[in-house]
């Protein structure tokens, strides 16, 4: 595998490998394309229901009213309150068992830039959990027991039971790595 300008590319699960690209020649920006991109009719549906589901206290309903809207929801999900799925491409989005999406968090399956709109998945595995606050871009995995703190951007794959935080999201712990407080001396 290489990059575009010739260089070896590195089996690093670059999300970027997992994007469709689509093209959208004109004068104007990719957004003004959406409509063509996805049914106005749909992305209506889907925005009413995410808006319902954002405030919904109810986890059951919460996850009930996302599920119509096609995310894979497994058992026992918690979204936290204004938790905001992909709204155009909500089938896009697989969140696994336990996991837990918080609070204002938004999960995107989709970019629009300047000469195209790209696409891809975004899974959170078994018992992951995403921060307060945080951005997941599209075609990201966010492995099983991992853990993305508030207001994170997550640009690329986090690992199986890694804590990642910042803007963009880097590794700070995984699991093994940590020492508690008992351990160290800690009050």
Known sequence: MTHEDGG??????SRNDRLDRRPTPGPRNSLWSWPDAKSPLVVVRNYVVIVLARVCPSLRLKNWLLRR????VGVGVAWGLEST???FWPERIAVGDDAIIGYDATLLCHEFLRDEYRLGDVVVEEGAMIGAGAVVLPGVTVGEGARVAANSLVADDVPPETTVAGVP???VSRAGDEVSEEADGGD
């Not at 809207?69 to 894979?72: A, E």
């Open 69 to 72: 809207i096609g995310v894979t």
């Open 85 to 87: 799925p992909d709204v």
């Open 8 to 13: 070896a590319a590195a089996d690093d699960g």
């Open 169 to 171: 999201a880097g590794v």
